[in-house]
């Protein structure tokens, strides 16, 4: 039986080991021509590697600032929608209730009333909203839910009015129920504080996402919508002309909440285009980055063309000579 002999061996390992670094080659010329980068990093900056890493190390940095930009723009434009919505509410209900006042029909004011208990509850709804997994308006605690359940609300709120309570004794006690540091504070608001520490949006611009749901503008909207939510819970033991009182109270309430509303999203907006300054700045970092990246790695095509194509023949010529040696016998050898 014919046996390989120790030098038979060391040839096919050799013919091995080329015809792989050859393919090697060949195939990182082959990506390196079509990228027009050079594939050996190394080779390319002869080991001084420092400034590219400084390079990539900038680019990684503007990519987290612009993904930190949007998450702000998405959490600020939601706080704008569910104060839109606010405001659509305190609008529609301020008109509503004193074209309701002008009668003295039961039947209307009750309808009025029970309006004013919806919009309230659509107000909570419209301040629970939830985005990109954070509650909008629970300032720190963005996982936790903002507000108690608007009917919980409500019922602490008329539990706690003191007895045989006139027109202006029930909105005195509205009022401080939802002031700072009355009961709104701890049944009514479920969040966290306002942050204190920003997100970093780069060039030393930190800016704060994480407004309270204890913002005056909130407070007063809240609160003037239960006054004249109170108007129906109250109803059996009020007079038409106390019920009347509430809402024209409520209204002008109202009105004057959906100023303080527009004053906050004014300071949204302020920073919605903060936000998108910056933004825009990280993205300009970002691009000049990349092409400094790019010069860097820069390969010749014509050398690296001229390098392939010589990689290539000697791949075809080891091919070549690899099928010669197998196809080799006594009987060839012999001749």
């Known amino acids: 039986m014919f046996q390989l002999g120790t030098a038979d061996i060391a040839q096919s390992l050799m013919l091995r080991r080329s015809g792989t670094s050859l393919r090697n080659t060949v195939s990182q010329l082959t990506e390196q021509l079509a990228s027009g980068q050079y594939a050996d990093r190394s ?15 900038g680019i990684h940095l503007s990519e987290r600032h612009i993904a930190n930009s949007d998450f702000l723009s998405t959490i600020l434009s939601g706080q704008q929608n569910a104060l839109d919505r606010l ?66 609300i409500l019922t ?28 709104f504070d701890t049944i009514a608001y479920l969040g966290g504080p306002s942050a204190t520490a920003g997100v970093d949006l780069g060039d030393g611009i930190t800016l704060r996402p994480e407004l309270a ?25 009020l007079t038409a002309a106390q019920r009347r009182s509430l809402l024209s109270l409520s209204s002008t309430a109202l009105l004057g909440a959906d100023a303080s509303r ?14 998108e300054a910056a933004r825009t700045q990280a993205e300009a970092k970002a691009t000049s980055l990349q092409i400094v990246r790019t010069e860097l790695l820069a390969a ?3 050398e690296t063309a001229t390098a392939l194509e010589t990689a290539t023949q000697r791949l075809d010529a080891l ?5 010669r040696l197998s196809r080799l016998s006594l009987t060839e050898y012999l001749r």
């Open 43 to 57: 080779k390319a900056l002869n080991g001084a590697l420092t400034r590219l890493a400084h390079v990539e190390h």
């Open 87 to 152: 405001g659509d509410i305190t609008q529609t209900l301020a008109l509503d209730f004193q074209m309701s006042t002008q009668g003295a029909d039961n039947l209307v004011m009750s309808e009025a009333t029970a309006r004013a208990r919806t919009g309230f509850a659509d107000a909570i709804g419209a301040l629970n909203t939830k985005i990109a997994g954070r509650f909008l308006f629970s300032g720190t605690s963005g996982q936790e839910r903002p507000f108690a359940d608007p009917d919980t």
């Open 156 to 183: 602490s709120l008329e539990a706690s009015l003191p007895p045989g309570a006139s027109v202006n004794d029930i909105r005195d006690h509205v009022n401080t129920w939802f002031a700072s540091g009355g009961d």
């Open 213 to 237: 749901g204890t913002e005056d503008a909130i407070r007063d909207t809240l609160a003037a919508l239960a006054l004249g939510a109170l108007g129906e819970t109250l109803a059996p033991s």
């Open 262 to 275: 527009v004053g906050l999203q004014a300071r949204i907006g302020a920073t919605e285009a903060r936000v």
């Open 300 to 302: 010749d095509p014509y």
């Open 319 to 323: 091919y070549m000579i690899t099928a």
